[in-house]
């Protein structure tokens, strides 16, 4: 028996469950038939192999690859703890950016969690060799393999192997953050838990942020958010990554959080899991930088005229920049130095070259406008999702202005009101501050756009004309930030209502594939009627599950035996005016802005 075996089968869940089955020696057997199917076969030779591969190739598809540190020493930090690392998931590159970047710099290597659904002939039994172990997508029903599993984790721990694993169990469709998953986190606290005294060092959780400037699966991401089905992993489609060899991808930005540690204080497990699972996430979010092509996203897909020059384009560049360097806001160092309208440059020749955006004029840069293809609009929106929650308090600002100067705004009370109606609309979108934090960042942003100190909201109410305008000119360009995401759910409130006025909805009830099939027609509809529904990305399944959960929060539909039902269709009917209302307001005003 082998180390890895000896330490495996003497962790004490494991070894209990051994002994006290009606037939140990088979149980015995399973669990190291799940541990060859799980455990890494690392081989120092081979990742030096593939680092040597590497540093040839990804040349010729990245700019770079760049790891800030976040002044933290990994070395020591490695050497003194336990240490996991903790990453928000865009790519299947992901797993060879940072591995390869922390060996690269640090020559550490990662053991790394990995999907089953990688272990494919032949990158299966390279990236085994890389450190990866493999864990099956679902073994709820399976203690034994869960138990295997904990018990693995429990000798890299035991051995001071630095691990890493995807916090959001899956790459996000959207490029928004996807809630933790807590599964792992709770396995490794378990798991460290049970460590011999000797062997226990600090269990430290080290988040970690990655921002690609082009993302490999763009297009098939995609496709899959307006419905299109998941291709599955196979060797087939890896050796069609070899026509990815004519894109250009940019940089791939790496930035260490803060080290976060799990509150001994809080005695059940649950409740610990969870606390650090969430200040993980936060801390991936406050991390996510701001790349050229997601500042050049955001402009862009935001602009009301939909094409801009390039004057124009760096104008708005240049204040969302100054936004992010007052607020603390991370950027890319490309985009913090002198030379950053170069780098926007780099960025969107990399866009037409990929033929997301199309060149409109005379070749001359600054005589052409820009605009992001129709059809790559959804793909675009990826690298948006990616930095927006960044400007959510801005966004928000916005709408409170164009609410006050239309008179549904008239007093303290009536503007909270209208703070806590937008939180609850994004909060199925976006992880978000609490209310207070959210209020405390409203008025400090006001303060910057007004240049005085303002504490509160009842001095908020008080602001001359001249400062509601100087507001609107630092901000305004966050007005249409959000705007997808209210067509989107107006969209899904009118198909509730077509399906009331059929009277299934509010009678029979419907099934969710019933729905998401006619929300299609709907969005189509109403796109060709050019109404309210401008944008293309709009249309998105994640964002219309997401408006469901939405509806039934606010108590218009309930969900009663597999059907989705409409409490009351009046009430319907006067949310999807407030949202129509609230479209064409902001359509009159870019409309009045841009003659």
């Not at 330490?7 to 469950?17: G, N, W």
């Not at 009301?304 to 920049?321: D, Y």
């Not at 909805?505 to 109403?526: D, M, T």
Request: charged share 25%; hydrophobic share 40%.
């Amino acid at each position: 028996m082998n180390k890895l075996e000896e330490i495996v089968l003497s962790y004490p869940r494991l070894k209990q469950r051994i002994e006290n089955s009606e037939n140990p020696k088979k149980e015995r057997e399973k669990a190291l038939k799940n541990l060859d199917e799980i455990k890494a076969d690392f081989s120092l030779t081979t990742i030096k192999t593939f680092e040597k591969a590497l540093d040839a190739t990804l040349a010729k598809l990245y700019d770079g690859i760049n790891l800030e540190a976040n002044g933290i020493d990994f070395k020591k930090l490695t050497s003194e703890n336990s240490v996991v690392l903790v990453p928000n998931h865009q790519s299947h590159a992901d797993y060879v950016a940072i591995n390869y970047k922390v060996f690269k710099d640090y020559k550490i290597p990662l053991h790394v969690a990995g999907g089953n659904n990688l272990n494919i002939f032949p990158i299966g039994k390279l990236f085994r060799k890389s450190g990866c172990f493999f864990i099956r997508r679902s073994f709820q029903n399976d203690i034994l393999y869960k138990i295997t599993l904990e018990a693995y984790l429990y000798y890299l721990l035991m051995l001071k192997k630095p691990i890493e694993f995807f916090f959001e169990g899956g790459r996000s469709r959207t490029g928004k953050l996807l809630p933790p998953r807590f599964g792992l986190y709770q396995m490794l606290l378990e798991a460290h838990q049970q460590l011999p005294e000797d062997k226990k060092s600090p269990l430290l959780f080290l988040p970690v942020s990655i921002a690609h400037e082009y993302v490999p699966e763009q297009q098939s991401l995609a496709r899959e958010l307006r419905g299109g089905k998941k291709k599955k992993e196979s060797t087939r489609q890896l050796f069609k990554l070899f026509k990815l060899l004519s894109y250009q991808f940019g940089n791939v930005h790496i930035h260490f959080g803060d080290v976060v540690q799990a509150d001994p204080n809080i005695p059940e497990i649950k409740i610990r899991t969870q606390n650090l699972a969430f200040d993980c996430f936060r801390q991936v979010g406050r991390r996510m930088v701001v790349t050229p092509t997601s500042l050049l996203a955001l402009v862009l897909l935001d602009e009301p005229t939909g094409a801009l020059k390039w004057a124009g384009l760096l104008a708005n560049c240049q204040q969302i920049i100054d936004y992010c360097k007052h607020f603390e806001i991370p950027l890319t160092d490309s985009l913090k130095s002198e030379n950053w309208e170069k780098t926007l440059g780099r960025a969107m020749d990399i866009l037409i070259a990929n033929e997301k955006v199309d060149v409109i004029g005379k070749s001359k840069r600054g005589q052409v406008f820009y605009a992001i293809k129709e059809e790559s609009r959804p793909e675009l929106l990826y690298f948006k999702n990616t930095i927006l929650h960044h400007f959510l308090v801005p966004w928000s600002i916005t709408t409170a202005w164009f609410s006050l100067f239309n008179g549904s705004i008239q007093n303290v009370e009536d503007l909270k009101r209208h703070f806590l109606t937008q939180r609850d609309l994004l909060k199925h979108e976006f992880y978000l501050p609490t209310m207070r934090e959210f209020y405390k960042k409203t008025v400090e942003v006001i303060s910057w756009c007004i240049r005085r100190e303002v504490k509160t909201f009842e001095e908020c109410m008080q602001l001359t004309h001249k400062e509601l305008y100087a507001i609107l000119s630092h901000i305004g360009l966050f007005s249409r930030s959000c705007h997808y995401i209210y067509e989107a759910y107006y969209v899904s409130a009118q198909t509730l209502w077509l399906l009331c006025e059929e009277g299934k909805a509010h009678k029979e009830g419907i099934r969710s594939e019933e729905f998401e099939k006619r929300l299609k027609n709907v969005y189509q509809e109403e796109r060709n009627l050019e109404g309210v529904i401008q944008f293309t990305e709009s249309y998105s399944l994640p964002m219309m599950r997401n408006s469901l959960k939405y509806f039934t929060q606010q108590h218009i539909i309930r969900h009663e035996h597999a059907k989705i039902y409409v409490n009351d269709p009046d009430v319907l009917q006067g949310l999807i005016l407030a949202f129509e209302e609230d479209l064409k307001e902001h359509q009159r005003f870019h409309l009045r802005a841009n003659i």
